[in-house]
């Protein structure tokens, strides 16, 4: 009896902390949540073959192709707001964004509520790169910084999350890439 005890309150301690990201249909809102705490989209993603079509990891022809997500364990609070070129987005945790940027470097700001950091963001053209927005704790906040990832590694990450964004930024949007 003692060990069918033990099990059943290991088992129901545990599922307070599984995370569930909802599969959403088409052009839906996307939910990622622990537990008792839901963080979503605020509009409509893109489609789930735009997001099985970004798992391919197929360059784009004079372009570079930047993947930036957010898929630590211990990343499941908070939402990042990411802005590069002149798009900005709500990355939540296991999602992550598709930027199809002209040649240059681009500042990829990463912004909380209390703090911003920034990165420079350039890849060759017909190449990919991989940034992952990454969570740390504070005793009264949380902060996200941004940092380049293993490609190996970055590509089991992207693949286990999903696209909430695409940004197909212009020439005439490049910002500079000083970072602040």
């Not at 930047?66 to 590069?84: H, P, Q, T």
């Not at 902060?143 to 909430?164: D, G, H």
Request: proline share 7%; net charge positive.
């Amino acid at each position: 009896m003692k060990p069918a005890l033990l099990c059943l309150t290991a088992v129901t301690l545990l599922s307070g902390c599984a995370a569930v990201a909802n599969r959403p249909t088409d052009e839906s809102r996307w939910c990622y949540q622990q537990a008792k705490r839901k963080l979503c989209t605020s509009g409509p993603v893109p489609s789930l073959k735009a997001d099985a079509e970004a798992k391919t990891f197929q360059p784009a022809a004079e372009r570079q192709r930047v993947y930036i997500y957010r898929d630590n364990f211990w990343d499941a609070d908070g939402i990042a707001i990411v802005s590069i070129g002149d798009t900005e987005f709500r990355l939540l945790p296991h999602s992550f964004v598709l930027a199809d940027l002209p040649k240059g470097a681009y500042a990829l700001r990463v912004r909380s509520s209390s703090q911003q950091s920034a990165r420079v963001v350039d890849v060759a053209p017909g190449d990919l790169g991989f940034v992952e927005v990454h969570q740390t704790w504070h005793p009264l906040d949380i902060e996200f910084s941004a940092r380049n990832v293993e490609p190996k590694t970055a590509v089991q990450r992207v693949s286990r999350s999903r696209l909430i964004g695409m940004a197909k930024t212009g020439a005439s949007s490049q910002t500079p890439a000083a970072p602040r």
